[in-house]
């Protein structure tokens, strides 16, 4: 979960990463993300420490060394060489989401991680070319669309009566 939020990814992009798309980095780690839906072109993207921490864990435990980052596991917890699927990690995000009784999980998608990412760094006051830049997008309409409440919260109409 912390490895997609911080490279803002898709859950199609999260189980296409493999062991030779990561490059270790202090503090945290450097993922060549192919980013798009029909593209194999990669783009670097920066993973937090707390994430970097928590991927190398997961492949230290599973013995991934090669292959899919994120492979399915044998009840024994062996990796068994087979990448999960974008059904996969929608299962498992509304399976954390009902854990931390954030309801039922059903407003949970393959695209939350991203989106709750792009929420938090327009909240932390990123620039809009440096969330367009993390996310990959060309455009900010997707961006803007994301984030529609917090701008409005810090919109003209918000900021004319906060100011009086």
């Known amino acids: 979960m912390l490895v997609g939020r911080d490279l803002l990814a898709r859950s199609s992009e999260l189980v296409g990463l493999t062991v030779a798309d990561l ?11 192919r980013r798009g839906k029909t593209t194999t072109e990669t783009h670097s993207c920066f993973v937090g420490e707390a994430a970097a921490v928590a991927l190398r864990s997961w492949l230290g435990r599973t013995g991934i ?7 399915s596991l044998t009840k024994g917890g062996k990796a068994t060489g087979r990448a999960l699927d974008t059904r996969d990690v929608r299962r498992i995000l509304k399976g954390l989401a009902v854990a931390a009784r954030l309801g039922h ?19 932390a006051n990123m620039d809009l070319p440096s969330v367009m830049q993390a996310g990959g997008w060309s455009t900010p309409v997707m961006v ?5 409440k917090l701008t409005a919260r810090r919109g003209a109409v918000a900021r004319y009566y906060g100011s009086r």
Do not use: I, N
Request: hydrophobic residues 40%; proline residues 5%.
């Open 23 to 33: 490059e270790e980095t202090e503090p945290g780690m450097l993922v060549k993300l």
């Open 65 to 71: 060394v090669h292959g899919p980052v994120f492979q």
């Open 105 to 123: 999980g059903k407003a949970v998608s393959g695209h939350s991680l991203r989106v709750g990412m792009a929420q938090d760094l327009v909240a």
């Open 144 to 148: 803007s669309r994301y984030t529609e």
